[in-house]
T-cell receptor, first 114, second 121 residues
Framework: AQSVTQPDIHITVSEGASLELRCNYS??????LFWYVQSPGQGLQLLLK??????LVQGIKGFEAEFKRSQSSFNLRKPSVHWSDAAEYFC????????????FGQGTELSVKP | GAVVSQHPSWVICKSGTSVKIECRSL??????MFWYRQFPKQSLMLMAT?????????EQGVEKDKFLINHASLTLSTLTVTSAHPEDSSFYIC?????????????????FGPGTRLTVL
């Protein structure tokens, strides 16, 4: 069955520290992947996306992610976290034979310590 | 470009009443719209997929008679929660994909609305 796993439910990092949020997927077909951020009571904001090509993807707000097919992973990274990055982060995966449907991971809540 | 709006942003209703939520694509033609439900501290769960002019396709476990979806035009889809009960209280998010400006197709990317908070008393 197709699935997306974000192993970390909650992560706390200090402001200025680096960040890595994990995302692993299980898909039968070639996937395309997204990372979204959601602040409380708000909708989703797209951080970055991967369809094909260069496996290191740059996004907004200084985020990047690397698609590793051999590890079925699409981890999100940021070299220096800002207090405003505190939010919920969702990884989502789709495939070209699924009619555009996305499967979302459970989410990782990021807290930032001053 | 690719902006999706939802109305209302929040609604409170009494148990047993029906509530309609609108999802609009403001600057592109939404050939497909998706409806999600998100409970507190949980992820987004796809409820249904609707293609313009066709009946919606519901995910397993979602009652199609309770959650009525209409996608009558390329810019508007509506979700009606019929006979709402407190357990229907949730955050409802729509998304859309379709033909962007310049004829570009966003087949694989969905554009999300800001969500509607439904509280059923």
């Amino acid at each position: 069955a197709q699935s997306v796993t974000q192993p970390d439910i909650h992560i706390t990092v200090s402001e200025g520290a680096s960040l890595e949020l994990r995302c692993n997927y299980s898909y039968g077909a070639t996937p395309y992947l997204f990372w979204y951020v959601q602040s409380p009571g708000q909708g989703l904001q797209l951080l970055l996306k991967y369809f094909s090509g260069d496996t290191l993807v740059q996004g907004i707000k200084g985020f990047e992610a690397e698609f590793k097919r051999s590890q079925s992973s699409f981890n999100l990274r940021k070299p220096s976290v800002h207090w405003s990055d505190a939010a919920e982060y969702f990884c989502a995966v789709g495939s070209y034979n699924q009619g555009g449907k996305l499967i979302f991971g459970q989410g990782t809540e990021l807290s930032v310590k001053p | 470009g690719a902006v999706v709006s939802q109305h209302p942003s929040w609604v409170i209703c009494k148990s047993g009443t029906s509530v309609k939520i609108e999802c609009r694509s403001l600057d592109f033609q939404a050939t497909t719209m998706f409806w999600y439900r998100q409970f507190p501290k949980q992820s987004l769960m796809l409820m249904a997929t609707s293609n313009e002019g066709s009946k919606a396709t519901y995910e397993q476990g979602v009652e199609k008679d309770k959650f009525l979806i209409n996608h009558a035009s390329l810019t508007l889809s509506t979700l009606t929660v019929t006979s709402a009960h407190p357990e229907d209280s949730s955050f409802y998010i729509c998304s859309a994909r379709g033909r962007l400006a310049g004829g570009i197709s966003s087949y694989n990317e969905q554009f999300f609305g800001p969500g509607t908070r439904l509280t059923v008393l």
